[in-house]
């Protein structure tokens, strides 16, 4: 029998308020010392009052109308109850029956690189609500004796936003395109930094499988500690697996939490769990609040121009492909690279232009970030240094190889195009008579590739260029070298 | 309303209390008493009461996101039955519920 997978996806994230959600301790505690970041109110002493950031609440109605939710009058908070240490009151504060949005959706696009194309899949938003973090809790084991927990309140009150999605996703790759999204908009927003290895932005995963065709699936499991978009996918994909086989060996799925291991699989965590009785309750300490449509247009009018939005624009106003603009619009300081360049490069040919500078972010550029781990927006490569060198190549002053070597070298110095096409002397030569020299001499040096072209081996002919490209540091205009080289063998013919 | 053993032992369980057999009984006495004198407000007729989060007729209080110093370390750690360095030492704890 053939089986669909249905995931949904529970994700949180931290928000970049200055303070904590209910006290005004630093909400940023990454370089922090332990329980320095701490108050009695994010401590959880009897008798404290918290109070709410305008900001986070501000905050959670922008993502909620970015996914397309609507945002009731109403909301407030509620307490969660349950005993762990991370916990320091015992409850954490949360919302349970009025979230601050509902009901909204994203649109996945889902890019194919060999067919350059995008299909489309929508994915519903269930609800956004805010709650606090918790304290961070660091085991220790000792080999000899005891076993013990240390607790760092810094974290505890930080603003955490949860995004609960319906369980519309049918692949693993479908929920690490909508993890990548929400990644992508919530940082156009400006609300999180969204890094899954630092904890800002974190994922748990519903997932169950069903017959397809049936309306009733299997028991689903929820799966846990995953710490990065890889670890989702392949927990999920795993999963998927599994509980096929559990299903075709006669097994029986039950409902339970598993937890991601490094190793590649998942385990149950039921053994520890206790039932599920949150108590919630509403937070008594807390007036509820109202929010007023004339506050969510406010707020709606500061959006800024969102992913799917600049994609549409960037096609309109460059002849950009789709693929090529829905990739650059993944990442907002690589949007605003693009457009930077290309207002360093106006002038006729607009759509040309906008490809061959796309053609760099895409390839070559971003080849040297990744294999150096740096951020388009943190790179000595600004784009007056990109759009120099292009200048360049497009006045036939640099050759398409020099200009590879050039471009690592400002990535790696900071200096200019013109100065290091000076300085390396790497002008192209667009002069037959300049290359005749280097080419003899390349000749004279490989007989046995002449030979074998003569003797009708055109590989011989690529090589040959080669070294004539290797020579001149590829200052040579490709297609000048290979004609001359052609011209002077079949002389030799 | 009279609770179960059960019952009691679950809340006991939810709040981490161990309770002998005898607090069990005890506490079953007195948490049905609670119970009960909750449950005459229940005979209010509320049909036409919305429900109410919070009785306190306050609304829509924030406050800026200004940062205000924190605690200094020694003061957080005063009350620390255990602790190691500037963190709370607690009882293992592996496994979350």
Known sequence: MDYETIIGLEIHSQLLTRSKMFCRCAADYTSASPNTHVCPICLGMPGVLPTINRKAIEYVIMTALALNCSIPEFTKFDRKNYPYPDLMKGYQISQYDFPIGVRGHVTLEMGDAKTISVTRREIRITRVHLEEDVAKLVHRDIPWGDSYSLVDVNRSGVPLMEIVTEPDMRSPEEARQLLIKLQSILRYLGVSTCNMEEGSFRCDANISIRPIGAKEGFAKAEVKNMNSFKAVFLALEYEAIRQRKVVEQGGHLIQETRGWLEEGTTVSQRSKEYAHDYRYFPEPDLPPLTINPSWVEEIRSQLPELPEIRQERLVEQYGLSFYDASILTSSKPLADYFESCMKLWQGDDQERKAKILSNWLLGDFAHLLNENNIEIDESRVTPSHLIELLKLIEEGAVSGPAAKKIIEDIFHTGKRAGDIVVQQGLTQITDASDIEVTVKQVIGNHPQAVSDFILGKQQALTFLVGQIMRMTKGRVNPKLANEVMRRELEKLC | ?97
Not at chain 2, 71 to 91: H, I, Q, S, T, W
């Open chain 2, 1 to 97: 309303m009279i609770l179960s053993q059960e019952e009691v032992n679950h809340i006991a369980l939810l709040a981490r209390l161990g309770l002998s057999n005898e607090e069990v009984e005890r506490f079953r006495e007195q948490l049905s008493n609670i119970l009960e004198n909750f449950a005459i407000l229940q005979e209010v007729d509320t049909t036409d009461v919305p429900p109410t989060a919070q009785p306190i007729p306050l609304q829509n209080i924030l406050r800026q996101d200004d940062v205000d110093s924190s605690l200094p370390c020694e003061e957080v750690m005063a009350n620390a039955p255990r602790r190691e360095g500037n963190y709370f030492r607690v009882k293992s704890v592996l496994g979350k519920s």
